[in-house]
């Protein structure tokens, strides 16, 4: 089973940006999906990138479109989210997610991170 430790977030002022790391260990990393989704306290959580592990494609929330971009390197089983031109609504916990099977991007996500904080000061 895949385990996930995110690293990375921080504070940042707008128009700033960072660069978000999901380690994963165990093995199989090649054959799940993984996305960042993020959660600010009293909203719901969003999907905000995710990368397919069959063809590499990739899905951003319109909100970051442009901004954001996700990658991964499976040979250090590293899944990253490159975040540039940040503004203060990005602020939220950023969680790594993973999801078996062929559903993309909405999957069933069922490996999480313990979450990185992110803040975007004006």
């Known amino acids: 089973q895949v385990q996930l430790v995110e690293s990375g977030g921080g504070l940042v002022q707008a128009g700033g940006s960072l660069r978000l790391s999901c380690a994963a260990s165990?093995?199989?990393?090649?054959?799940?999906?993984m996305a960042w989704f993020r959660q600010d306290p009293g909203k719901e959580r969003e999907l905000v990138a995710a990368i397919n592990w069959r063809d590499g494609s990739t899905y951003y929330a319109d909100s970051v479109k442009g901004r954001f971009t996700i990658s991964r390197d499976n040979a250090k089983n590293t899944v990253y989210l490159q975040m540039n031109g940040l503004k203060p609504e990005d602020t939220a916990v950023y969680y790594c997610a993973a999801a078996g099977g062929y559903a993309f991007p909405y999957a069933k996500y069922d490996l999480w991170g313990q979450g990185t904080q992110v803040t975007v000061s004006s």
């Open positions: 165990g093995r199989r990393f090649n054959y799940y999906s």
